[in-house]
């Protein structure tokens, strides 16, 4: 056998085993994903949440939503926190230094006026300007800081140190959140017995061409806009499938940052977000998981299969491709600065199941799928497989990805069915018809980017420019 | 060199056209159940709004025709026949259930004789019977919403079930049907009682008038843990002065949650010694519950506690705990103001935490 042969062969086999434990391990995440979402409906079917929500009994809830050049919607979006179904409720916005009117615009909206406030700096953070709280009583809830610039992280930590309560929420100001999304975040705390609860995390769904009307979501409606709608499909998957399965197997290393509640004393004690990665959101659950099983205290991270908090997706490729650039960026970071947990058994099934898998199938697929890509078109141009072969690869791929996110789409109609126009769905199987060929591609190109970037040491967020939900009362639609 | 010199040999084109073929195949099953899901999903959201407006029309004549008593009501055919399938008798029930949620008296009463009437009891017992836990707990549920005392019995059974949803709903059910009197379910309570339950159970006994609790010395001195901290929470919401002692008792427990819980009850049922209880366990007790300790004596302490305060001022590392003293000196005395000041004369960071209390107070 010639060295080529050799070559070849290790390389080819290589990528079949990484594509066949690739597949299996989708196939156990969408069959697995299947009783965790059973379980959490059938317990949460005859709940009343609203017996709960005027409760003095409910433990006391900090909402942090850092700010950076948000005037265009920051007093929406701060009145629709207000609006929330809580007793129990702080709700802290963090002007992060912004360039724009934000913080002339709360104070006018809002009368707020400086108030003195000892500062604890418990985890270390950029200069506080000034804090703010309203004049008016109806707005004793708001707690406006100003800060110097710093970043997501660090405008976090300051919310953390500023907070006052025993659980953080901490969120994208721009999200919307359903009335009764604090209450279904802080019940598996409340719920937990012996295993002790450090977080939990929550669908983020897509608002893109949804009608909002004061802050708050009316009706939900598929984006317009092809990159949204093909997110949408990308969301369903990994929330109602992915992280529903990780959960249950508890198991799960990411929270998205557009919403996520978590123990303030756990965070605190792990040393609050790191300011120096870009995946700030997924590095503070490792650590906080990291840092329980280190001290082997059992825990849980659990999760809300229910739509609570809608986002507004990337729609120009120039946007979406920065967001999958730092996404790929971060995931680095995280299983960088954690790699002692690499298939190491000290840490259960966050060493030897979830790293290896973020390490395998989500850091390493975009190179992988990218320089396999190349290879297998190279060799069949060399005739070492035959053109036939080539596509009979793809097309397998292809089918099984059209046949996972059609099951996902079934899940999303089974359970929640926030899409129900018969034309809405056809347009999403639709677009997912077309992600191999545009939306796929394109990500991995953007991943791959974040690989030069991380080269490169690039550390920017890069700019997320949004299009905003619209002015109250007018619906907007994009 | 050939592909079937390489990997290639052992798959060959047909093989992975064919399990595409399965997959698109699977694919096309999946897309048919699609469709499939959203018309029944379609049919009952019709369904569903023409039960809502037949019972909505049915409880206004119940409501406005005082004469007209539910079993005095003729229902349509088309109703009834609805009324026979099973989706939609879980629709009526779920229905009836979301009205009686927002009425009282005697409008809440006929909901239920509507319930009665259409037969949707037995369904409900039909559910609770059921070996599935989530059928039971949902039957459970719908038959103390709508008040069927009558199974009261057969339910308490359920208040120690294994299952903890069966066994949550359970407990609901009984306080729903007998108020305080359906706490008796503590005395034998062997698995946990969560905290979001102990909510629960909190506000549907805020909902009755407060009741005598004699067995409430006993539960304090449970086994079960969750009992205990339960039952501080009783002794605390109901203020039982009568349970001090117990109280003070559960100050010695090994758990950090009770003794938590125990110092808020505490300070709810003071006495004239309850500062000087909490000042005497101060030094042994964990950050957190420190910060309940100095957060209850600016509750209920006075000058009495201005020495322990200041102590606490000048030898605690912590900041948040100096924080708490701040706040309880300036609360606890009339001249809590000058006694800061004269602290903070000397301490630029208690001036801070003064101007900050200040402020807060004086909002």
Same mark, same amino acid.
């Given at each position: 056998?010639?060295?080529?042969?050799?070559?070849?062969?290790?390389?080819?086999?290589?990528?079949?085993?990484?594509?066949? &434990?690739?597949?299996?391990?989708?196939?156990?995440?969408?069959?697995?994903?299947?009783?965790?979402?059973?379980?959490?409906?059938?317990?949460?079917?005859?709940?009343?949440?609203?017996?709960?929500?005027?409760?003095?009994?409910?433990?006391?809830?900090?909402?942090?939503?850092?700010?950076?050049?948000?005037?265009?919607?920051?007093?929406?979006?701060?009145?629709?926190?207000?609006?929330?179904?809580?007793?129990?409720?702080? $709700?802290?916005?963090?002007?992060?230094?912004?360039?724009?009117?934000?913080?002339?615009?709360?104070?006018?909206?809002?009368?707020?006026?400086?108030?003195?406030?000892?500062?604890?700096?418990?985890?270390? &953070?950029?200069?506080?300007?000034?804090?703010?709280?309203?004049?008016?009583?109806?707005?004793?809830?708001?707690?406006?800081?100003?800060?110097?610039?710093?970043?997501?992280?660090?405008?976090?930590?300051?919310?953390?140190?500023?907070?006052?309560?025993?659980?953080?929420?901490?969120?994208?100001?721009?999200?919307?959140?359903?009335?009764?999304?604090?209450?279904?975040?802080?019940?598996?705390?409340?719920?937990?017995?012996?295993?002790?609860?450090?977080?939990?995390?929550?669908?983020?769904?897509?608002?893109?061409?949804?009608?909002?009307?004061?802050?708050?979501?009316?009706?939900?409606?598929?984006?317009?806009?092809?990159?949204?709608?093909?997110?949408?499909?990308?969301?369903?998957?990994?929330?109602?499938?992915?992280?529903?399965?990780?959960?249950?197997?508890?198991?799960?290393?990411?929270?998205?940052?557009?919403?996520?509640?978590?123990?303030?004393? $756990?965070?605190?004690?792990?040393?609050?977000?790191?300011?120096?990665?870009?995946?700030?959101?997924?590095?503070?659950?490792?650590?906080?998981?990291?840092?329980?099983?280190?001290?082997? $205290?059992?825990?849980?991270?659990?999760?809300?299969?229910?739509?609570?908090?809608?986002?507004?997706?990337?729609?120009?490729?120039?946007?979406?491709?920065?967001?999958?650039?730092?996404?790929?960026?971060?995931?680095?970071?995280?299983?960088?600065?954690?790699?002692?947990?690499?298939?190491?058994?000290?840490?259960?099934?966050?060493?030897?199941?979830?790293?290896?898998?973020?390490?395998?199938?989500?850091?390493?697929?975009?190179?992988?799928?990218?320089?396999?890509?190349?290879?297998?078109?190279?060799?069949?141009?060399?005739?070492?497989?035959?053109?036939?072969?080539?596509?009979?690869?793809?097309?397998?791929?292809?089918?099984?990805?059209?046949?996972?996110?059609?099951?996902?789409?079934?899940?999303?109609?089974?359970?929640?069915?926030?899409?129900?126009?018969?034309?809405?769905?056809?347009?999403?199987?639709?677009?997912?018809?077309?992600?191999?060929?545009?939306?796929?591609?394109?990500?991995?190109?953007?991943?791959?980017?974040?690989?030069?970037?991380?080269?490169?040491?690039?550390?920017?967020?890069?700019?997320? &420019?949004?299009?905003?939900?619209?002015?109250?009362?007018?619906?907007?639609?994009? | 060199?050939?592909?079937?010199?390489?990997?290639?040999?052992?798959?060959?084109?047909?093989?992975?056209?064919?399990?595409?073929?399965?997959?698109?195949?699977?694919?096309?099953?999946?897309?048919?159940? %699609?469709?499939?899901?959203?018309?029944?999903?379609?049919?009952?959201?019709?369904?569903?709004?023409?039960?809502?407006?037949?019972?909505?029309?049915?409880?206004?004549?119940?409501?406005?025709?005082?004469?007209?008593?539910?079993?005095?009501?003729?229902?349509?055919?088309?109703?009834?026949?609805?009324?026979?399938?099973?989706?939609?008798?879980?629709?009526?029930?779920?229905?009836?259930?979301?009205?009686?949620?927002?009425?009282?008296?005697?409008?809440?009463?006929?909901?239920?004789?509507?319930?009665?009437?259409?037969?949707?009891?037995?369904?409900?017992?039909?559910?609770?019977?059921?070996?599935?836990?989530?059928?039971?707990?949902?039957?459970?549920?719908?038959?103390?919403?709508?008040?069927?005392?009558?199974?009261?019995?057969?339910?308490?059974?359920?208040?120690?079930?294994?299952?903890?949803?069966?066994?949550?709903?359970?407990?609901?059910?009984?306080?729903?049907?007998?108020?305080?009197?359906?706490?008796?379910?503590?005395?034998?309570?062997?698995?946990?009682?969560?905290?979001?339950?102990?909510?629960?159970?909190?506000?549907?006994?805020?909902?009755?008038?407060?009741?005598?609790?004699?067995?409430?010395?006993?539960?304090?001195?449970?086994?079960?843990?969750?009992?205990?901290?339960?039952?501080?929470?009783?002794?605390?919401?109901?203020?039982?002065?009568?349970?001090?002692?117990?109280?003070?008792?559960?100050?010695?427990?090994?758990?950090?949650?009770?003794?938590?819980?125990?110092?808020?009850?505490?300070?709810?049922?003071?006495?004239?010694?309850?500062?000087?209880?909490?000042?005497?366990?101060?030094?042994?007790?964990?950050?957190?519950?420190?910060?309940?300790?100095?957060?209850?004596?600016?509750?209920?302490?006075?000058?009495?506690?201005?020495?322990?305060?200041?102590?606490?001022?000048?030898?605690?590392?912590?900041?948040?705990?100096?924080?708490?003293?701040?706040?309880?000196?300036?609360?606890?005395?009339?001249?809590?103001?000058? %006694?800061?000041?004269?602290?903070?004369?000397?301490?630029?960071? %208690?001036?801070?935490?003064?101007?900050?209390?200040?402020?807060?107070?004086?909002?």
């Amino acid at each position: 056998m010639s060295g080529l042969n050799i070559f070849i062969d290790i390389l080819t086999y290589g990528i079949f085993i990484y594509s066949v &434990t690739l597949l299996f391990f989708y196939v156990f995440i969408g069959l697995y994903s299947i009783g965790e979402t059973r379980l959490y409906i059938h317990k949460n079917n005859f709940t009343d949440y609203r017996l709960l929500a005027a409760s003095s009994h409910i433990p006391s809830v900090s909402i942090l939503a850092p700010a950076y050049n948000e005037g265009a919607t920051i007093i929406e979006n701060v009145r629709s926190l207000l609006s929330l179904f809580y007793n129990n409720l702080e $709700v802290i916005i963090i002007n992060d230094g912004s360039k724009d009117d934000s913080l002339e615009k709360l104070i006018d909206a809002y009368q707020l006026q400086p108030a003195p406030h000892y500062i604890q700096y418990k985890i270390p &953070t950029k200069e506080i300007r000034c804090v703010y709280r309203s004049k008016n009583p109806i707005y004793r809830k708001l707690v406006v800081v100003d800060k110097v610039n710093g970043g997501k992280a660090d405008a976090l930590n300051v919310g953390i140190n500023i907070s006052s309560n025993d659980y953080i929420v901490c969120i994208d100001v721009d999200c919307i959140l359903e009335q009764d999304a604090l209450l279904k975040m802080i019940k598996p705390f409340l719920e937990q017995t012996d295993t002790k609860v450090i977080a939990t995390g929550g669908v983020i769904r897509i608002a893109n061409s949804c009608e909002i009307r004061d802050g708050r979501l009316v009706k939900v409606h598929l984006p317009d806009n092809y990159w949204a709608r093909m997110q949408s499909l990308e969301y369903i998957r990994a929330f109602i499938l992915g992280r529903m399965a990780w959960a249950r197997l508890n198991g799960l290393l990411l929270i998205s940052g557009a919403f996520g509640a978590f123990d303030k004393q $756990v965070v605190i004690a792990c040393g609050g977000y790191n300011h120096n990665t870009v995946g700030e959101d997924m590095e503070l659950v490792v650590r906080m998981r990291r840092y329980m099983e280190e001290r082997k $205290v059992p825990y849980k991270v659990a999760y809300i299969p229910d739509p609570l908090c809608w986002t507004e997706a990337p729609v120009s490729t120039r946007i979406f491709g920065r967001q999958r650039n730092r996404w790929t960026r971060g995931t680095i970071e995280t299983l960088q600065l954690h790699k002692v947990m690499f298939f190491n058994p000290r840490y259960h099934v966050l060493g030897m199941l979830s790293y290896p898998y973020w390490f395998f199938f989500e850091m390493l697929a975009p190179p992988i799928e990218f320089i396999g890509f190349f290879v297998f078109v190279i060799m069949a141009f060399l005739g070492i497989i035959e053109w036939q072969m080539f596509l009979a690869l793809l097309t397998f791929i292809i089918a099984f990805g059209y046949m996972y996110s059609a099951f996902a789409a079934l899940m999303e109609v089974i359970t929640y069915n926030m899409y129900r126009r018969k034309t809405d769905m056809a347009k999403l199987l639709i677009t997912a018809l077309t992600e191999p060929f545009i939306f796929h591609p394109f990500g991995v190109w953007a991943a791959i980017k974040g690989y030069i970037d991380l080269i490169r040491k690039k550390k920017s967020w890069g700019e997320m &420019t949004r299009q905003g939900f619209g002015q109250s009362p007018a619906i907007k639609k994009q | 060199m050939h592909s079937r010199d390489t990997f290639f040999r052992f798959i060959r084109p047909e093989h992975l056209y064919l399990t595409a073929l399965s997959f698109i195949v699977v694919t096309s099953i999946l897309v048919s159940a %699609i469709y499939i899901y959203l018309y029944v999903k379609k049919k009952r959201h019709f369904l569903k709004q023409f039960i809502t407006d037949k019972l909505d029309e049915y409880i206004s004549t119940i409501l406005i025709g005082e004469e007209i008593l539910p079993d005095q009501l003729l229902l349509d055919e088309e109703l009834t026949d609805i009324l026979n399938r099973k989706s939609g008798q879980q629709l009526a029930i779920d229905q009836l259930i979301n009205t009686k949620k927002n009425l009282t008296g005697h409008a809440a009463e006929s909901i239920i004789e509507l319930y009665e009437k259409l037969n949707l009891k037995t369904i409900s017992i039909q559910k609770f019977r059921s070996p599935l836990w989530y059928k039971k707990a949902k039957g459970i549920y719908e038959l103390y919403m709508m008040n069927q005392k009558s199974l009261e019995k057969q339910i308490a059974q359920y208040t120690n079930s294994n299952n903890e949803y069966v066994r949550t709903e359970a407990q609901t059910a009984i306080i729903g049907f007998s108020g305080f009197h359906g706490l008796s379910f503590l005395g034998t309570l062997s698995y946990p009682l969560t905290d979001w339950q102990q909510i629960k159970l909190l506000e549907q006994l805020q909902l009755l008038n407060p009741d005598k609790m004699p067995d409430l010395p006993l539960w304090l001195q449970s086994t079960n843990q969750y009992v205990v901290a339960f039952a501080l929470k009783l002794a605390e919401t109901y203020q039982q002065m009568h349970v001090h002692t117990e109280v003070v008792h559960c100050l010695n427990s090994p758990s950090e949650r009770i003794r938590h819980q125990a110092i808020l009850t505490l300070s709810r049922i003071a006495q004239d010694d309850t500062t000087q209880i909490l000042k005497t366990i101060y030094a042994q007790e964990t950050y957190a519950n420190k910060q309940t300790i100095l957060k209850q004596i600016a509750i209920i302490g006075t000058d009495d506690d201005i020495d322990f305060l200041i102590n606490v001022l000048k030898t605690e590392t912590n900041d948040t705990l100096k924080l708490e003293a701040v706040r309880a000196t300036m609360k606890s005395s009339l001249d809590g103001d000058k %006694i800061i000041a004269e602290v903070a004369s000397e301490n630029q960071v %208690i001036a801070v935490m003064a101007k900050q209390i200040n402020y807060e107070m004086t909002k």
